[in-house]
């Protein structure tokens, strides 16, 4: 199962598996200059973040995905309507311990979010509106495209969240849903439409050319990001 609802005021262009789409790895066409958009993937520890981005950038299953720490980040470039779009992915860490001192570059100038929740999880889609809280608190404004996803639907028999009350919730933000498997090998597409129509409105409505973080600005998280790992108790 894919694209639940689709409002139109906040999502003109949502991703149809028919739309006719390029999609290249970031190594090809290297000079040819792309947009580029940092997306966050944000939600409780386990609900399936890692794996669901590591499923759009490398599209394997990831078998035995540790922790996140900090952040881990993916790339995949895309080409739409003859035009480049780098999405820059940031896959954050769920448990508190490993946020923290990340939390404000999470936020920092990000262009789209995506929440996620385990669909056998309830507590986890219970944590939902506590993560919307926090991207307001980091002032994520209300232009910043926002999508909501129910990961782990390969396990039918231990859900927990009923599409109808995701549904309601979703509503209520006037976000879309999307339900699917970063698992289940059939519903790749699903996963890469999630992505895509986040692209689709980034392209749409933000006409400018952004900046690319700078490799020392990146050097310098993955820097921090190693000093938590090293510094953790667990
Ligand atoms: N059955 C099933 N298991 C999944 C799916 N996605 C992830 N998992 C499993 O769920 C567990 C957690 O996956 P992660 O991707 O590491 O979760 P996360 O949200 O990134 O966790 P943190 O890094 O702690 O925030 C792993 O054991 C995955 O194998 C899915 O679609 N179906």
């Given at each position: 199962m894919a694209i639940i609802n689709k409002p139109a005021e906040q999502f003109d262009t949502v991703f149809s598996l028919n739309d006719?789409?390029?999609?290249?790895?970031?190594?090809?066409?290297?000079?040819?200059?792309?947009?580029?958009?940092?997306?966050?993937?944000?939600?409780d520890s386990n609900v399936g973040k890692t794996c669901l981005t590591y499923r759009f950038c490398g599209s394997a299953f990831l078998k035995n995905p540790e922790a996140t720490i900090g952040v881990d980040f993916r790339e995949r470039t895309l080409e739409l309507d003859g035009e480049r779009i780098k999405l820059q992915i940031w896959d954050t860490a769920g448990q508190e311990r490993f946020r923290k001192s990340m939390v404000e570059h999470y936020y920092r100038s990000v262009h789209a979010v995506i929440f996620v929740y385990d669909v056998t999880s309830?507590?986890?889609?219970?944590?939902?509106?506590?993560?919307?809280?926090?991207?307001?608190?980091?002032?994520?404004?209300?232009?910043?495209?926002?999508?909501?996803?129910?990961?782990?639907?390969?396990?039918?028999?231990?859900?927990?969240?009923?599409?109808?009350?995701?549904?309601?919730?979703?509503?209520?933000?006037?976000?879309?849903?999307?339900?699917?498997?970063?698992?289940?090998?059939?519903?790749?597409?699903?996963?890469?439409?999630?992505?895509?129509?986040?692209?689709?409105?980034?392209?749409?409505h933000k006409p400018l050319r952004l900046k690319e973080p700078s490799e020392s600005n990146m050097r310098n998280l993955w820097d921090q990001r190693e000093q938590e790992a090293a510094t953790c108790q667990c």
């Open positions: 006719s789409l390029e999609l290249s790895s970031h190594h090809e066409h290297e000079h040819v200059q792309s947009r580029i958009f940092k997306i966050i993937v944000i939600g309830l507590s986890s889609f219970e944590g939902i509106p506590e993560w919307v809280e926090e991207c307001k608190r980091h002032s994520v404004g209300p232009l910043v495209p926002r999508i909501i996803v129910g990961n782990k639907c390969d396990l039918r028999d231990r859900r927990e969240v009923p599409t109808s009350a995701a549904q309601c919730l979703a509503d209520s933000y006037n976000f879309p849903l999307f339900e699917t498997s970063a698992k289940d090998p059939a519903e790749k597409e699903h996963v890469d439409a999630i992505f895509l129509t986040l692209a689709y409105r980034l392209k749409c």
